[in-house]
């Protein structure tokens, strides 16, 4: 780890707004050094998506809830308005001296207020209008190197993923009892299906895995192992008892302790990337995220997929399949290679941070 500069008082108050899962992750480690470093801070949580306000409560923090997640196009312009307005109301009584976010919402209550935002985006322009009613708006944006469009000189790469926020070595030890506590026995394979609901803002379009498809995997997956579902969406009674059991903040593990992770999840494919377990991704953003396209073309760390393609998915889940071993040993070399070659995105934050608030 680098030396970086100190923040500027150690009594610092930082708002954090949160609208996914994955954004708790993400920025609830740059909490955590901003918290060591005597800061104070807040969040803006977003009941009804899926578990940001239960992992925002098993990190013990304090929380708003700003919003409600909308569950369609009218609902998430209506969710937006309202949370536009709850997180300037937030802003004004909290007085932030910085406010982090990958949301539209932290970045508008910021600029009315001329309250220094940074707005991390992988997605960047590709997730369409969330990121142009944001990001041009924000005093720093922050992606991955892997976003090769350049967004002016507001614009700060990281050399890594967002999934190293939260999943780097030297933050994430995956738990050993996570396949004692699942009920799975010594020498049976566990699989994760993971299964997108699609009600996100850049989602509207977008589409994922038959009910059908869904059958037929776990026609291939059952006889070899047990088979375990992550699922953004209420399951129907016959898949019900199948429902990942623990709770969401030991997600990593069970995914750290997959022997293969297939969904049509964007992000989950992706941490199981970076922990090192094969995954394979079927949906329509197969091949439109330059940071997941870097980690298969690259790395060889997922395997994305169109709906167009599905012979070519099935094949490739039997092709897997027939060979878990080697496809793990593959993963595990290019997650080191990866590793070897990343640096510490939480680092480049802390940088940032200073930068702005200085």
Same mark, same amino acid.
């Given at each position: ?190 699989? =994760?299906?993971?299964?997108?609901? #699609?009600? /996100?803002?850049? @989602? $509207? ?6 009910? *059908? !498809? ?92 169109? =709906?167009?393609?599905?012979?070519? #998915?099935? /094949?490739?889940? @039997? $092709? ?6 080697? *496809? !793990? ?30």
């Amino acid at each position: 780890m680098r030396a970086l500069r100190p923040i500027p008082s150690p009594m610092m108050k930082v708002l954090i707004d949160a609208v996914h899962p994955a954004d708790v992750w993400t920025l609830g480690a740059v909490e955590d050094r901003l918290l060591d470093a005597g800061a104070e801070t807040l969040w803006l949580s977003r009941p009804g998506k899926d578990s940001v306000v239960e992992l925002i409560e098993a990190r013990g923090r304090q929380h708003v809830r700003a919003s409600k997640a909308g569950t369609n196009t009218l609902g998430l312009a209506r969710e937006l308005i309202v949370r536009d307005f709850r997180a300037l109301r937030t802003v004004r009584r909290f007085r932030p001296d910085l406010v982090l976010t990958r949301s539209p919402a932290g970045v508008h209550s910021a600029r009315l207020t001329r309250t220094p935002v940074i707005y991390d985006t992988d997605d960047g322009h590709v997730a369409g209008l969330l990121f142009w009613v944001a990001g041009p708006l924000a005093n720093i944006i922050a992606s991955p190197t892997a976003t090769k469009k350049s967004y002016g000189r507001k614009h700060r790469r990281y050399r890594g993923y967002k999934e190293l926020f939260y999943l780097h070595p030297d933050r994430f030890t995956p738990d050993p009892s996570i396949r004692s506590d699942l009920g799975v026995v010594d020498g049976q394979r566990l699989f =994760l299906l993971r299964l997108t609901a #699609f009600t /996100a803002s850049h @989602d $509207r379009s977008e589409a994922g895995m038959t009910r *059908a !498809q869904i059958d037929r995997l776990l026609g291939k997956l059952s006889p070899l192992g047990r088979v375990i579902i992550s699922s953004e969406s209420d399951l129907p009674p016959d898949l019900a008892d199948m429902r990942v059991p623990t709770s969401p903040e030991r997600f990593h593990s069970v995914l750290a302790a997959a022997d293969l992770v297939i969904g049509d999840s964007q992000t989950v494919c992706s941490e199981a990337g970076v922990i090192g377990t094969p995954s394979i991704r079927y949906n329509t953003w197969a091949g439109r995220h330059p940071y997941q396209v870097e980690l298969e073309e690259r790395w060889g760390l997922t395997r994305a997929f169109l =709906l167009s393609d599905e012979s070519d #998915f099935f /094949a490739e889940v @039997d $092709r897997v399949l027939g060979d878990l071993p080697g *496809a !793990q040993a593959t993963h595990a070399e290019g997650r080191a290679r990866m590793l070897e070659w990343c640096g510490d995105p939480v680092d480049d934050l802390m940088e940032w941070i200073s930068e702005l608030t200085s």
